[in-house]
């Protein structure tokens, strides 16, 4: 049995448990237990904190976790990074209050940081010899300069309004952090094997992602020109229709370039386009 430790809350939490359940792995949604077993797939579920997380992999505790980058670099335990997942996309960012002229990092010298991260922006400063104190706080760090508390403050950043709603400004990206799947460097063939199941369904979830299945009528004396336009993952799939003058082309299109490939398709003459999502897709 493959144990995964996940984060018990939060946006994580949330993605991750999306992700199994996109994998059809199928896990209680209670949070009661702190350790929940799937019903159709060999894998159970540990709920921790997230800065438990790394820790918990690298001991044996759990073989595997989805943790996020900044507390993974932050925590520095001894595990593998298995799989960089894509979601829970966020930086770390040093911010100061919003009415102070910053000229560049020479102005943290002899400053005050707030922080819940104080690996990263220790090793960070140092490297580019500059001294700072850092306060180290857990929660609601971004109100240390209001309070008089810190000049500034080094944390997660993902839309910046919560800097925007405590007067601050972000004036340097650190680190930029997603979600990462670890695992323990000691894990049997076993575990092994159930991780590489549990890989290849990730990747054909991950694989589908922002993809549209389109499937399309064109005029044959077209079709040339419209291959051409289409990128697809390889050439597309032509069934001939009953009048011969036409065809029926199924391809795969990205999402960030649909409208515009769609437009070209219906220069060409393509009528009857039909979208679909696509759930999985195995290369």
């Known amino acids: 049995m493959l144990r995964i430790a996940v984060q018990s809350k939060g946006r994580l939490y949330e993605d991750t448990m999306q992700l199994l359940a996109e994998a059809d792995i199928k896990i209680s949604s209670s949070k009661r237990t702190l ?13 921790l904190r997230d800065d438990d ?4 992999v690298a001991s044996g505790v759990a073989d595997i976790g989805v943790v996020g980058e900044n507390e993974f670099v932050e925590r520095g335990e001894d595990a593998d990074i298995i799989e960089r997942l894509g979601f829970s996309k966020c930086r ?3 911010a100061i209050p919003k009415e102070i002229e910053y000229n560049g990092l020479e102005w943290f010298n002899g400053k005050k940081i707030a922080t ?3 690996n990263i922006l220790r090793k960070f400063m140092e490297d580019k010899g500059i001294q700072i104190e850092i306060h180290v706080i857990t929660g609601s760090v971004e109100i240390s300069p209001g309070i008089g508390l810190a000049d500034g403050i080094f944390d997660i950043v993902s839309s910046g309004s919560t800097l925007v709603s405590n007067n601050l400004r972000e004036v340097k990206v650190v ?4 979600a990462l799947l670890i695992g323990n460097k000691a894990m049997s063939e076993e575990k092994k094997e159930t991780l590489r199941e ?3 369904r990730i990747g054909a979830v991950r694989q589908a992602e922002d993809k549209k299945y389109v499937r399309m009528n064109v005029p044959r004396s077209r079709l040339d020109e419209i291959i051409n336009v289409l990128p697809g993952l390889k050439s597309p799939t032509i069934i001939p229709l009953a009048d011969d003058e036409w065809c029926s082309v199924h391809t795969v299109l990205d999402q960030r370039r649909f409208w515009e490939i769609i437009g070209r398709l219906k220069e060409l ?3 009857g386009i039909l979208v679909t999502p696509i759930e999985k897709m195995i290369l």
Do not use: R
């Not at 350790?35 to 709920?47: D, G, H, K, M, R």
């Open 92 to 94: 770390l960012s040093l």
């Open 269 to 271: 003459g393509a009528q």
């Open 116 to 118: 819940s991260y104080p």
């Open 198 to 200: 549990l890989l290849f």
């Open 175 to 178: 680190m930029e952090s997603e």
């Open 35 to 47: 350790l929940v077993q799937s019903t159709n797939f060999p894998i159970e579920v540990l709920y």
């Open 53 to 56: 997380i790394p820790q918990s």
